[in-house]
């Protein structure tokens, strides 16, 4: 799950969309380091870290998500049975990204030894949320500490053929389902001492993962690379232009902001919060030219689908308008705090 | 994984080894909760919570175990890798309780923002851990915290036929591998301003997932049912005894005691945390009578195992000698700590 920028994780710190969150190398470098120290992988692995997901023999998909108070959320933002459902709904959108179908999830909690937390509560979320695709919970281990509340959600699902992060080719077309940057913009609006509109705090309280609609997007054919939306769309589709070999440029006017958000935020810090804010678990996908239709926007199991950029040759993450093309990088626009370029 | 004491958290606490982890009903009583709660197991689930792992169609078998800095170790008793080692073992022992074949690890760290936590010194261990067994490190997750280290370990593995916790019957044999009561004593050490002499202190931070014996053991035929030791063997015995609808007599001239732990705590503690400790990781197993032989022990895959008991109609733990027979309970003996029966 994407923390809460440490830079304003202060109460009354300004509005802005979280950006670099571990410090130099962030959580990506160290997950990298990790995994490339990890040597070739083992047998019946056949897709190991790196992408949404691991798949195993026999089509399992399985991934894990932790989410920390403090960290990933602050405790007076949800109730206890919103926490469960969040945490598990991040850890399924991996599944979505994927194109896979839940089966099963299990939970380590580690709960806070005040008792302040309804062990019981969080599991009613836990539970909804993995009952909504249709999984169970069938596993999971429980400790208490003097620590923050920590819930790590593994995921298990089945895919035939998982839909990976590569595979982009330069002419294909890239998608997003939903509306972009409201959870991210609940946070900030949270982190500047104010109440978000119900809206956009349930664009961070109540993600839905994108499962029915990865599948049915799998179905129709085209589907050339997928990925879900956590780390805000400039980071996530520079996942898929890297796994590609290939560059991404993005339309900034085709971007679907979060409704009525810009009213709220200003239009410029609403198209920052949509390409930067991450934790919209929508989807973002690669397709080829035409499998959406000839238009700009599409429906696909019953959600909106918007074009919003093209694969081209080179490599990196562009963003444009009438007048020029920008280089994108992780850190985000330069406007956008200190981990900018 | 099983939680130190809370009653003996403080430095300079009785020598007494853990009891009731997790206060009024403890976290088993929590899990089981979280489980019955969870309606029907989902299909291409074949065993759900309950036993020591989560059995999926295609003989993947899937594990998750929680390892926080002050609650299941303090960092200043292990180095780094130490850490990462022995949360990666703790939860490899599942594996082994399945007699399944490790496969891979995703691990979730929550990782101290105060730095003082190698990340890479922590995977080095980590990694020691999974390639020990043949696994590789397939996923994971990482985040930063103010509170203490967190290290979530998901093990994954293949059993073409997992061995359950239940099958014991009436005239069966119950054993153990290895020695006992080494990992509590060296944590009760600790707790009391001590440092544990060098093999009680690597009992504690090196166990061996027993998973070449469980397989060996599966191999030779006769295993009814069989369990890991993490919550000691009065505790996991008594999970035995449950899936099985048995009850377990225990003959406590028999129990394998850490050799010379007698001479260090006395011989009456000793049992007692042989008994009741927590955290040895060796195997339990029920087998059929005469399946390791006639005598009172014997090696498996190079490992002595030791007739400790056998299983009779009835139900719970109970514990022999010359004398009498006594009922043990969850809390252990009366003379043990404030958790007692």
Redesign the interface.
């Known amino acids: 799950?994407r923390?809460v920028d440490?830079a304003h994780a202060e109460e009354g710190a300004p509005a802005h969309p979280a950006v670099v969150p571990?410090?130099p190398g962030g959580?990506f470098d160290?997950?990298r380091?990790?995994?490339s120290?990890?040597?070739?992988?083992?047998?019946?692995?056949l897709v190991?870290?790196g992408d949404d997901?691991?798949v195993?023999?026999?089509g399992?998909v399985?991934?894990?998500?932790?989410s920390?108070?403090?960290?990933?959320f602050r405790r007076r933002w949800l109730t206890d049975p919103e926490i469960g459902y969040r945490a598990t709904a991040a850890a399924l959108s991996d599944l979505a990204a994927m194109a896979a179908e839940p089966?099963?999830v299990?939970?380590?909690?580690?709960l806070p030894?005040d008792g302040a937390v309804d062990?019981?509560a969080l599991?009613r979320g836990i539970?909804s949320a993995a009952?909504g695709v249709?999984?169970?919970?069938?596993?999971?281990?429980?400790?208490?500490?003097?620590?923050?509340l920590?819930i790590?959600v593994?995921v298990?699902g089945?895919a035939d053929e998982p839909v990976s992060r590569a595979g982009a080719r330069p002419g294909d077309e890239v998608w997003v389902s939903g509306t972009l940057g409201g959870s991210a913009a609940a946070v900030s609006i949270w982190e500047s001492g104010g109440e978000p509109p119900p809206p956009l705090r349930r664009a961070f309280v109540h993600p839905v993962p994108r499962i029915a609609e990865a599948r049915a997007l799998k179905d129709r054919g085209g589907v050339r690379s997928l990925i879900d939306l956590s780390d805000g769309l400039a980071g996530d589709a520079g996942h898929l232009a890297a796994a590609g070999g290939v560059a991404i440029v993005l339309d900034s006017r085709s971007i679907p902001v979060f409704p009525g958000l810009a009213d709220v935020v200003g239009e410029k810090e609403a198209l920052g919060f949509a390409l930067h804010g991450g934790e919209d678990y929508e989807l973002c996908c690669v397709v080829s030219p035409g499998s959406l239709g000839s238009g700009k926007s599409a429906r696909v199991a019953g959600v909106s689908f918007t074009a919003v950029g093209r694969v081209e040759e080179g490599n990196g993450i562009f963003l444009e308008d009438e007048e020029r093309r920008t280089r994108l990088t992780r850190g985000g626009f330069s406007h956008f705090g200190e981990g900018g370029s």
Request: net charge negative.
């Open positions: 799950m923390p440490d571990l410090g959580e160290l997950i380091r990790f995994v120290a990890s040597g070739p992988l083992p047998g019946r692995v190991g870290p997901a691991a195993l023999a026999g399992w399985v991934s894990t998500d932790v920390v108070e403090g960290v990933h089966v099963g299990l939970v380590s909690l580690v030894d062990a019981d599991h539970r009952e249709g999984a169970g919970v069938i596993g999971g281990d429980v400790a208490r500490s003097p620590g923050p920590v790590d593994v298990l089945i």
